[in-house]
């Protein structure tokens, strides 16, 4: 048998028990034995057991109240009576209570053997479709306000056709998971989704990402490497922020684009790809055409269905359903108990300008369900989490009333820049963190807004 188990038997008859615990320890399994329900109890409370086989009529607590109890206590480990007194009634009720099987005494140690491989593979796919659901559900796009409609309506229309889309949208709204939607809804949904993130990449390598290399191509080049345009042959390639790609790097991805086809570095042949290219950045590339920063051919190349996404600020509504989204992702992947939002508390975040988007969103959630010491996360500790918020703006600065929007918004992230820069006392990581950007973007966004770090640290 490919799986070995840890069996907890649970008989008062002494014979039952040694004769089951042989016959599994000769099949390789591990298996505990006691002769009392309660007893049984606190062995699953210290360890971990994949199966439990339980006589039915027993002293104390039966089979049946046995059952009923783990599983009220959220025990979930599969659980097979055995009785030598069975009736039709009895194996009703102990389906109903959640046991996986039913088996009469006497038992073949065959049958027996064959039950467990049974009860294993099953709950291994149920383990495997737990996991599934998990990775789906941090790829999911939460919401039902107007704003999301809107933008799940142009998502399906668009997928199915080989139509460019260029992304746009504020850092951490979800530009990923808006193309991985495109990808998953797309002909192509069974092939690999492949990203890269430009402005991640130092610009001396991103061509040997995007295209590959050959061994011996360039100093520690040490083998050949597949690029990320072949590794996503016949799916997706998502670029994020395409407005960071060098110019130079931008006439090489313009000419794929119209060849299909790839040259890796130190190569001396072209190889003939089949992608799907999807964009995204949170840049105005129209103002960068007319800056020259960006390629005019490239962008009319890219920029054939724009999607834009809204900034949460503008998704009051969608809050509830993403607060307890994330709340339950979070007490999913560390195996807490997940807690409710209270709607005080809720209402709390509403009042938040989150310049950080759905991903500060999500970090402030895991931060409140760690911290809260209630089932419930109390609007008290929605403020003490939140920087404190007067009028939408944090209280470092108030949103300027004159001036384009563009100004007034490079105007009001940067004070939000500052403020977070100040809390955190210079520590960067945590800034980012606090802001759901990339270090590099963290840099490159101050940079853009003229924030000097090194005058800051200056004493007065």
Same mark, same amino acid.
């Given at each position: 048998?490919?799986?070995?188990?840890?069996?907890?038997?649970?008989?008062?008859?002494?014979?039952?028990?040694?004769?089951?615990?042989?016959?599994?320890?000769?099949?390789?399994?591990?298996?505990?034995?006691?002769?009392?329900?309660?007893?049984?109890?606190?062995?699953?409370?210290?360890?971990?057991?994949?199966?439990?086989?339980?006589?039915?009529?027993?002293?104390?607590?039966?089979?049946?109240?046995?059952?009923?109890?783990?599983?009220?206590?959220?025990?979930?480990?599969?659980?097979?009576?055995?009785?030598?007194?069975?009736?039709?009634?009895?194996?009703?009720?102990?389906?109903?209570?959640?046991?996986?099987?039913?088996?009469?005494?006497?038992?073949?140690?065959?049958?027996?053997?064959?039950?467990?491989?049974?009860?294993?593979?099953?709950?291994?796919?149920?383990?495997?479709?737990?996991?599934?659901?998990?990775?789906?559900?941090?790829?999911?796009?939460?919401?039902?306000?107007?704003?999301?409609?809107?933008?799940?309506?142009?998502?399906?229309?668009?997928?199915?056709?080989?139509?460019?889309?260029?992304?746009?949208?504020?850092?951490?709204?979800?530009?990923?998971?808006?193309?991985?939607?495109?990808?998953?809804?797309?002909?192509?949904?069974?092939?690999?989704?492949?990203?890269?993130?430009?402005?991640?990449?130092?610009?001396?390598?991103?061509?040997?990402?995007?295209?590959?290399?050959?061994?011996?191509?360039?100093?520690?080049?040490?083998?050949?490497?597949?690029?990320?345009?072949?590794?996503?042959?016949?799916?997706?390639?998502?670029?994020?922020?395409?407005?960071?790609?060098?110019?130079?790097?931008?006439?090489?991805? @313009? $000419?794929?684009?119209? !060849?299909?086809? #790839?040259?890796?570095?130190? %190569? &001396?042949?072209?190889?003939?790809?089949? +992608? =799907?290219?999807?964009?995204?950045?949170?840049?105005?590339?129209?103002?960068?055409?007319?800056?020259?920063?960006?390629?005019?051919?490239?962008?009319?190349?890219?920029?054939?269905?724009?999607?834009?996404?809204?900034?949460?600020?503008?998704?009051?509504?969608?809050?509830?359903?993403?607060?307890?989204?994330?709340?339950?992702?979070?007490?999913?992947?560390?195996?807490?108990?997940?807690?409710?939002?209270?709607?005080?508390?809720?209402?709390?975040?509403?009042?938040?300008?989150?310049?950080?988007?759905?991903?500060? @969103? $999500?970090?402030?959630? !895991?931060?409140? #369900?760690?911290?809260?010491? %209630? &089932?419930?996360?109390?609007?008290?500790? +929605? =403020?003490?989490?939140?920087?404190?918020?007067?009028?939408?703006?944090?209280?470092?600065?108030?949103?300027?009333?004159?001036?384009?929007?563009?100004?007034?918004?490079?105007?009001?992230?940067?004070?939000?820049?500052?403020?977070?820069?100040?809390?955190?006392?210079?520590?960067?990581?945590?800034?980012?963190?606090?802001?759901?950007?990339?270090?590099?973007?963290?840099?490159?966004?101050?940079?853009?807004?003229?924030?000097?770090?090194?005058?800051?640290?200056?004493?007065?």
């Amino acid at each position: 048998m490919a799986q070995k188990a840890n069996l907890l038997l649970v008989d008062d008859d002494a014979n039952t028990l040694a004769s089951l615990s042989r016959a599994f320890r000769m099949a390789g399994h591990e298996a505990t034995v006691c002769d009392n329900a309660a007893r049984a109890i606190e062995l699953l409370k210290a360890e971990k057991f994949d199966l439990i086989f339980s006589d039915v009529v027993m002293p104390g607590k039966s089979g049946l109240e046995f059952l009923e109890e783990i599983r009220n206590a959220g025990v979930r480990t599969p659980l097979i009576l055995i009785s030598g007194q069975a009736n039709i009634e009895m194996a009703v009720k102990a389906t109903k209570l959640g046991a996986l099987d039913f088996l009469e005494k006497p038992l073949s140690t065959d049958k027996l053997l064959i039950t467990v491989e049974n009860a294993l593979r099953l709950s291994r796919l149920e383990t495997e479709n737990r996991d599934l659901k998990k990775r789906l559900g941090k790829h999911t796009l939460v919401g039902s306000g107007p704003a999301m409609k809107k933008l799940l309506g142009q998502i399906e229309r668009v997928a199915a056709s080989e139509t460019r889309v260029c992304i746009l949208g504020e850092t951490g709204t979800g530009k990923e998971l808006v193309a991985r939607a495109i990808h998953e809804r797309s002909p192509r949904k069974d092939a690999p989704f492949v990203t890269l993130n430009c402005a991640a990449v130092p610009a001396e390598l991103i061509e040997s990402e995007l295209f590959g290399h050959e061994k011996g191509a360039f100093t520690g080049a040490a083998s050949r490497h597949v690029g990320k345009f072949e590794q996503a042959e016949g799916g997706t390639l998502f670029l994020d922020e395409i407005g960071d790609m060098p110019v130079a790097m931008q006439a090489k991805l @313009l $000419r794929v684009l119209e !060849e299909g086809e #790839v040259e890796r570095v130190g %190569g &001396d042949k072209p190889v003939k790809v089949n +992608v =799907r290219v999807v964009v995204a950045t949170h840049r105005n590339l129209e103002d960068l055409v007319k800056q020259n920063s960006f390629r005019r051919d490239l962008f009319h190349r890219i920029y054939v269905f724009p999607l834009m996404l809204p900034p949460l600020r503008e998704r009051t509504e969608d809050f509830p359903a993403l607060v307890a989204h994330f709340a339950g992702q979070v007490a999913a992947q560390n195996n807490w108990k997940e807690k409710a939002f209270s709607e005080e508390a809720i209402q709390e975040l509403q009042k938040y300008s989150w310049p950080g988007n759905i991903r500060e @969103l $999500r970090n402030v959630v !895991e931060r409140l #369900v760690l911290l809260a010491e %209630g &089932d419930t996360v109390e609007m008290e500790d +929605v =403020r003490l989490t939140l920087p404190t918020t007067v009028g939408g703006a944090t209280q470092s600065g108030a949103i300027p009333l004159t001036g384009t929007l563009a100004e007034r918004t490079e105007s009001f992230e940067k004070e939000v820049l500052l403020a977070e820069i100040r809390r955190h006392n210079f520590h960067m990581t945590n800034v980012a963190r606090a802001l759901g950007l990339e270090r590099s973007h963290l840099y490159k966004k101050c940079q853009q807004l003229g924030i000097d770090l090194q005058s800051l640290r200056k004493p007065e």
